[in-house]
């Protein structure tokens, strides 16, 4: 394992392959609810993060760590889909994860995507959050495009819960998980930049060589609109990336300051 650690900046751990990834991501996990266990996390759809569900699983049927106190805070979902539609992110999130974890289904909260009032309920789950005391440990993946959740690029540092269009190259990731012939919709209800900011802890997981050069922008050029995820940076040493050798191929070691 690769370690590059500056206190006051954000911290990169370059591990073997996914498995890895999975099994530091579960520790970190770990960590937090052994402090706080009614942590209040959140974790990323998609299959960058099935290592680590299946790590936190398995340590919770071997009654290794609890689950069973934390808030579950979902980060996206597709506006008009319910959580028991089969092609829901939290209802995918609920059978990848939060069945398999030992998670309370009370304690879960999902982004308000098939509310009539988008906005009213959106601003309901930023006022949840807070209630909360906001993220203890935000989990979150890189997607092909650099969004973060469902933040797509154009997205604000400072941008909060709210509706979202989703681009060509998003609607395409969602095809490969989507279950019946209904258009893919094109808008999602997504977590902000800056409530992600506002975390304790983010960690961003990123595994695979086609991830490599989103990594690399992400990392190494100036933060930007055009690469949301880049944004996670201006958490300095509360961002800790957690990446694959395959993914990290790209980066030259070369820190950018976000100004
Ligand atoms: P993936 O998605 O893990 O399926 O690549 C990541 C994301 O879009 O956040």
């Given at each position: 394992m690769r370690i590059i650690t500056a206190s006051s900046t954000w911290n990169l751990t370059v591990v073997p392959n996914a498995f890895a990834m999975g099994g530091l991501a579960a520790d970190i996990v770990a960590d937090t609810v052994r402090v706080k266990p009614n942590a209040v996390v959140s974790v990323p759809t998609g299959t960058t993060p099935l290592t680590l569900f299946e790590e936190l699983a398995a340590r919770s049927r071997r009654g290794e760590i609890d689950l069973s106190r934390i808030e579950l805070f979902c980060l996206d979902d597709y506006v008009?889909?319910?959580?028991?539609?089969?092609?829901s992110l939290t209802g995918w999130l609920k059978s990848a994860f939060i069945d398999r974890a030992g998670i309370d289904p009370d304690h879960v909260h999902s982004v308000p995507a098939a509310a009539t009032d988008l906005a009213s309920a959106t601003l309901a789950y930023e006022r949840d959050l807070a209630a909360l005391g906001g993220l203890d440990l935000a989990i979150v993946g890189l997607g092909p495009n650099g969004h973060v959740a469902y933040n797509e690029p154009g997205s604000l540092a400072d941008s909060r819960t709210r509706v979202v269009s989703l681009t060509a190259e998003s609607r395409a990731q969602a095809a490969a998980y989507w279950r019946h012939s209904v258009p893919i919709p094109r808008s999602a209800v997504t977590i902000g930049v800056g409530t992600l900011l506002d975390a304790k802890q983010i960690v961003l997981v990123v595994t695979g060589e086609s991830k490599a050069e989103m990594l690399r922008r992400t990392l190494e050029e100036r933060t930007s609109a055009d690469v949301p995820a880049s944004w996670l940076r201006l958490a300095k040493n509360r961002l800790m990336v957690i990446t694959d050798e395959a993914a990290a191929?790209?980066?030259?070691g070369r820190r950018v300051s976000h100004s």
């Open positions: 008009g889909v319910t959580a028991d539609d089969p092609n191929s790209r980066l030259s």
